[in-house]
């Protein structure tokens, strides 16, 4: 019979239709009650120590109504026994209190009394298990710095790194005068290690409050902690050890400029780049609320510029940090229709060093004729923004008899040495290249993996400069003398930040200091040093080096961040100041502008700048008897007071702003 079927089948070119295989086994109709009410129990357990604790009062509950039932019912108890409501309350008390038992009376009252009691027993037990891991639990989120901050006018600080203790103690100088200043730090990293590392590092922190919190600074979630909505300013650091800290600097801006809660008004973010080849997607990113700071193509720029000028650096440090005169752009109608060559001696006790136009550009030194118009804002020196005032200028203030005319320097070919390496190496090359006259040559000895093909990949600003390598221990004082130092016009000492640890680094620089102030007191002769260092707290040690000028990388970068985060014109000021292109500062002798043989007024100077083309901003005097101020200015003051009269020797320089 099953043959002919499937004979048929074939014949009607079906297929024979498969056994049928019971599938009910593993449904929802197969499961137990049992299973139900574990599965619901697993459920209601996922929520936490609230469903555990109403599970608690449950088994109380049924326990006190189970007991006050019987003892109802049976009049066991004393006096003829309770009702409902009375044997209710004393199951209650004996759950609550095992003492509260100690005078029943009867075997059958006080085995009941003692089931409730034991059950009361282990409820509160478990209860107070659990309030004791909810207030751990809770406590732990405090510790751990994850509830979100509900200050107004803040300063928010995303990301950890070893500059954010230089960004603190600057900030910590600004907000001085301001009403319960308050600075937010969220990283990746333990609260209580931020808070202990800043209370060791930055222990005056004034009227200034710390508040850290641990989050992603790239996730949402996570910045809605520190309340970017009401804050005053943010900065961004590049993140110590990340692998990509430029990508985690970028996330961080796009978190928030593109967050969909963020407020209506724009932000002042300053973030800290490490390569300026992601520039332009940054600022694409942050738009103009966002100003960059491009850590090793500023410190790049300074190295070149103090390798050439010694004391160089420390007007860049006066002019970044808040201890002393600061950059300030304000709007000034009373400059409105006046030259510029008028305009900059109208200030005793500010220093007018450049225009911020309305269409946004910014010209540091512009031509003494021009006519500042409406719009346009002033960029400005002072102690602070109370002291820019303009103040009448006495006839006798400026001595036309003192004053010199330009003589022309004819600019020769240099030799330049640069001892050590890192990734800002090819970048103070470039930078280089562009300044020098033809025929100039830069050797660099070092003894990194890799050194002379780098240098040979490297591209150049221009071709006015040769490039030779020495494979060298730069520790070693012979490896040192065979490179005959005397030799150069300047020599440049990098740390091996890239390769060794900061103090490291900053050890084999020392060294390497050492050996060349050996050698020039052993040859009776000046080398001109400049030397980079990672850490300032080791330029003490380096000062007895006698280097001409140190450029301490991650303050400069820490300084800038400060500042920018407050001054939302400033990126665009340096840019300006430090470009080839434009106007830049320089160091000359005094001697080039004024007679020397009698005091002279700052006026006096200034005007005699203003004949080259030049705005002057300082002076560099240096005088062995002259007390020091503690911050290690070389004997550099920026913003004098214009009237007062001083003695001026052959080696003393005026600090100016020029073309060249």
Known sequence: MGSLIRAKAARAGTKPAAAKVSTTKGHAGDVTLGERIRYAFDKSMAAGPVALAGWLALVSVV????AATILALTRIGPDGGFDFGEAAWQSLMRTMDAGTMGGDSGWVFRFVTLVVTLMGILVFSALISIISAGLDSALEGLRKGRSRVLETDHTIILNWSPS??????ELVIANASRRNPRIVIMADKDKVEMEDEIADKVPNLGNTRIICRNGDPTDLFDLSLVNAQTCRSIIVVSPEGAADPDSQVIKTVLALTNDPQRRIERYRIAAELRSAGNAEVARIVGGDEVQLVLADDLISRIVVQSSRQAGLSAVYSELLDFDGCEIYTTELEELVGVTWGDA????????????RYPDGRVRMNPPM?????????????????AAIRLTPMADDAVDPTVIRKPVAVKRVAERVLIIGWNRRGPMIAHELSRYVKAGSVLTIAGDVPGLAEEVRAMPLGSRNMKVEVRIIDTSHAAALEALEPLTYDSIMVLGYSDHMEAQSADTRTLITLLHLRKLSERLGEHISVVSEM???RNRELAEVTRADDFVVSNRLVSLMLAQASENEYLSAIFDDLLDEDGSEIYMRPVGDYVDLDQPVSFYTIAEAAGRRGETAIGYRRRRPDEADDGRNMGGVVVNPSKSERLSYEPEDRVIV???D
Not at 344 to 355: F, H, P, Q, T
Not at 369 to 385: K, L, N, Q
């Open 657 to 659: 702003l020029a073309e």
């Open 63 to 66: 326990t006190i109504a189970l």
């Open 369 to 385: 004729d021009e006519v500042i118009t409406a719009g346009s804002r002033a960029i400005i020196i002072a102690e602070d923004d």
């Open 344 to 355: 900059i001696m109208g200030y005793e006790d500010s220093a007018l060093i450049g225009l």
């Open 164 to 169: 954010i203790f230089d960004i603190l103690s």
């Open 534 to 536: 990672i850490d300032i």
